[in-house]
């Protein structure tokens, strides 16, 4: 959930699909087909859909991370994973940029977490880079995939495997028509100000499920407007 001095949003600021995706994905050390009883899948392979049993965490649960929905979809993902970690644990890990340098320019949230990531004072969001790399500090690097850029099948396809994908998407799930463009000390950045992470947990033939950092397991949401993020 995005607080900020504005709103807030990713996808690279933003969403899904207005700049190159924020998608991640982190693969179990032995990536069973399990049966439903097992709580790890739902219709396995099927192509009728697919749903993983990803433990809920909430951003907001004490010590709470007000602008922490991308540690807390990342600590979902390591614990189902087996590596129990907390998302304060990953938020004293993340690099942290300043929203504005002296001279004006803005930090940059592919370097860092723009702000301060608890929401005691103002803060913003990171995107997928510095995630990737804080991931492979628990999990092999060559277990992390970061498929950014990649169509949306590629979600879909590790949801087939039992991979849940960390993914920064906006709040409203719909593409977010109000974007901007930061300069930062490295190049211009797009920004949303309604950016959110959550966890890709399944899907079905119109449907999307995710595991929301606000405090919601596997959420329905419409599979065609989240793709247009």
């Known amino acids: 959930m995005r607080r900020a001095m504005f709103n ?32 790890t899948i739902i219709q396995p392979g099927s192509s009728d859909g697919v749903r993983l049993d990803v433990p809920l965490l909430n951003q907001l649960d004490q010590p709470a991370l007000l602008l ?18 907390t998302k304060n ?7 942290v940029v300043p929203i504005y340098y002296e001279n004006g320019l803005h930090g940059n949230p592919n370097e860092g977490f723009v702000g301060d990531v608890t929401g005691t004072d103002y803060g913003f969001c990171v995107y997928h880079g510095p995630i990737a790399v804080l991931a492979s500090e628990y999990i092999p690097s060559d277990r992390v995939q970061d498929i950014s850029g990649q169509e949306f099948d590629s979600v879909i396809v590790a949801l087939d495997q039992v991979y849940p994908v960390w993914i920064v998407t ?5 593409p ?6 930061w300069q ?16 890709v947990v399944g899907y079905d033939a119109d449907s999307l499920f995710i595991n929301n950092p606000n405090g919601q397991k596997d959420q329905k949401i ?7 993020v």
């Open 176 to 181: 977010d028509d109000e974007l901007e463009v």
């Open 222 to 228: 419409d599979r065609q407007n989240f793709i247009s």
């Open 68 to 85: 922490g929905c991308e540690v807390t979809s990342l600590a979902m993902i390591l614990q189902y994973n087996g590596v129990m970690v």
């Open 8 to 39: 807030f949003t990713l996808f690279s600021g933003v969403v899904l699909t207005l700049l190159t995706l924020g998608f991640i994905r982190m693969e179990p050390e032995k990536a069973e087909i399990a049966t439903a009883e097992s709580g």
């Open 170 to 174: 906006t709040t409203t799930f719909s």
């Open 89 to 95: 644990e990953l938020a004293d890990k993340l690099p």
């Open 184 to 199: 930062t000390p490295t190049g211009p950045v797009n920004i949303s100000y309604i950016m959110h992470s959550v966890v």
